[in-house]
């Protein structure tokens, strides 16, 4: 079965620019099962996301902005002295939240990138940030993200790993992503690749896959990425050498706040 692209024949892949214009936009709301009122959760005498969005303006490569659910964020970030986008608490998921920010920064289009970071990871190196910006320098990239190498035995196996399965040649470091699983693949001998959720969208495919229903694969393995590659777009994966620390738990938050202590 051939898929169809989620551009229109008049969008030809080839003539987009590598010179783009990216902003970086951060989803957070206070709801959470596990920790509620995460966002605001303190590290180091500074909210989680007020720490989050610093380490997205540390990455240099365009403005960062709090896609908040929840006027408590927004005013944490903003007397941090960073913006914030009020959005509909109810939205679905982080990237409707990231689309809905965007058309209140952007309603002239200036910026073609868009740069999704996770709201509770607090450690996240900013070069992570131009790493994954880096992949749509490709013109067959609609989508970038990150991924690392499956080290500990149990994560081959946990359903909370996210396996991607890329079309990497040996010794290189970027990838074409296939699919991804909750299950343990491909099959056969290789390595085994944990996603990462940070994404790097080109403005169009991020529009193309918030207007699009829920793919019955998607559903089935609770994973959205599956949307994109069901509607034709190409997400490609920067190999990184560990993943980020990020807070789910109250034993999550407990071991970063102790990480920042340390190097205070």
């Given at each position: 079965m051939i898929l169809q692209s989620a551009f229109p024949p008049c969008h030809p892949r080839t003539l987009i620019s590598t010179h783009m214009n990216p902003v970086i936009i951060i989803p957070a709301r206070?709801?959470?099962?596990?920790?509620?009122?995460?966002?605001?959760?303190?590290?180091?005498g500074e909210a989680m996301i007020v720490r989050v969005w610093r380490n997205a303006q540390k990455a240099g490569i365009g403005p960062a902005y709090v896609a908040a659910g929840d006027r408590a964020i927004?005013?944490?970030?903003?007397?941090?002295?960073?913006?914030?986008?009020?959005?509909?608490?109810?939205?679905?998921?982080?990237?409707?939240?990231?689309?809905?920010?965007?058309?209140?920064?952007?309603?002239?289009?200036?910026?073609?990138?868009?740069?999704?970071?996770?709201?509770?990871?607090?450690?996240?190196?900013?070069?992570?940030?131009?790493?994954?910006?880096?992949?749509?320098?490709?013109?067959?990239?609609?989508?970038?993200?990150l991924a690392c190498e499956i080290r500990e035995a149990e994560e081959r196996t946990a359903p909370r790993i996210v396996k991607a399965v890329l079309e990497i040649a040996p010794g290189r470091t970027r990838g074409r992503a296939l699919y991804f699983t909750r299950n343990l693949a491909p099959s056969g001998e290789g390595p085994h690749y944990?996603?990462?959720?940070?994404?790097?969208?080109?403005?169009?495919?991020?529009?193309?896959?918030v207007q699009a229903p829920k793919s019955a694969l998607e559903t089935r393995e609770k994973l959205e990425q599956l949307r994109a590659l069901v509607l034709g777009l190409r997400i490609d994966a920067a190999l990184v050498s560990a993943r980020p620390l990020g807070v789910d738990t109250p034993e999550d938050l407990e071991r970063v706040r102790k990480i920042v202590g340390a190097r205070s």
């Amino acid at each position: 079965m051939i898929l169809q692209s989620a551009f229109p024949p008049c969008h030809p892949r080839t003539l987009i620019s590598t010179h783009m214009n990216p902003v970086i936009i951060i989803p957070a709301r206070m709801a959470s099962t596990r920790l509620p009122g995460k966002p605001l959760a303190g590290i180091g005498g500074e909210a989680m996301i007020v720490r989050v969005w610093r380490n997205a303006q540390k990455a240099g490569i365009g403005p960062a902005y709090v896609a908040a659910g929840d006027r408590a964020i927004a005013a944490a970030v903003e007397k941090a002295g960073g913006q914030a986008v009020m959005t509909d608490p109810d939205l679905a998921s982080g990237s409707d939240r990231v689309w809905a920010a965007l058309q209140q920064i952007d309603r002239d289009e200036k910026f073609d990138a868009v740069i999704n970071l996770q709201g509770d990871e607090p450690l996240l190196d900013p070069a992570l940030v131009k790493t994954v910006f880096g992949l749509l320098r490709n013109p067959e990239t609609d989508i970038g993200t990150l991924a690392c190498e499956i080290r500990e035995a149990e994560e081959r196996t946990a359903p909370r790993i996210v396996k991607a399965v890329l079309e990497i040649a040996p010794g290189r470091t970027r990838g074409r992503a296939l699919y991804f699983t909750r299950n343990l693949a491909p099959s056969g001998e290789g390595p085994h690749y944990g996603h990462i959720g940070i994404y790097a969208w080109r403005r169009a495919a991020l529009q193309a896959f918030v207007q699009a229903p829920k793919s019955a694969l998607e559903t089935r393995e609770k994973l959205e990425q599956l949307r994109a590659l069901v509607l034709g777009l190409r997400i490609d994966a920067a190999l990184v050498s560990a993943r980020p620390l990020g807070v789910d738990t109250p034993e999550d938050l407990e071991r970063v706040r102790k990480i920042v202590g340390a190097r205070s």
